[in-house]
């Protein structure tokens, strides 16, 4: 069974844009990146779009469906209408490069300002001991697929771009938080958190949670508890200190 339905897809570059109307067919058990993909074989050739896994595991094709920050190769056509227009453009908070496709590089500039992870100097590698429970507590941080779907996101830089130079956004915070958690590493992660990745920009709306397709609670088992880590060392610094000693 197939039906033709009506997509409106931003064409442009970083100069100049505009929504294009599309009749397209769509068949059953479809998602929105076959339709994408029918359109550059039909009528938009030349319509420039990011994907590669086509399973929702490799984080290439985030755009916006309907104004909704979304992977295309995960949102099914059968959640819509069939007389419904949908809309897909570009992440908005990234800038374009060609249609569906944007420039990321924030995001790797972000990930570079995160010092990585500093083992005591004292071991060498095979020797590291912890205890089961840090190890499954970092597990669902460990799913981020880097899809910028959050980062894209957050009001903090989404609508103030003022605000991408200080902060890192909640996929990264998210990676001091568990860097932070980590029994082993001994790097100062929550001064620089709140000092240098903007942490005290995050006001908790949790758009990012709603938005993550791996379905991790990036505020309330990240960013918050970083939140109260932080504030607790700022009242009394030797709780920051008992907590790298005696680790929960
Ligand atoms: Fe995507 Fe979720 Fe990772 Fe953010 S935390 S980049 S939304 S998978
Ligand atoms: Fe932004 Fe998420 Fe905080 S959307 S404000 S990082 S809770
Ligand atoms: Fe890989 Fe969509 S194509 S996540």
Known sequence: MSHWQHFRVWRGDSEKGELVDYPVEVNEGEVVLDIIHRLQQTEANDLAVRWNCKAGKCGSCSAEINGMPRLMCMTRMSTFAED????VTPLRTFPVIRDLVTDVSFNYTKAREIPSFAPPPDLAPGEYRMQQVDVERSQEFRKCIECYLCQNTCHVVRDHE???????????????????????DTADRQEAAQEEHGLGYCNITKCCTEVCPEHIKITDNALIPLKERVVDRKYDPLIWLGNKIFKR
């Open 84 to 87: 419904e227009v949908i809309t």
């Open 162 to 184: 003022e605000n991408k130079e200080n902060f890192a956004g909640p996929r990264y915070l998210m990676r001091i938080a568990e860097l932070d958690m980590h029994p082993l």
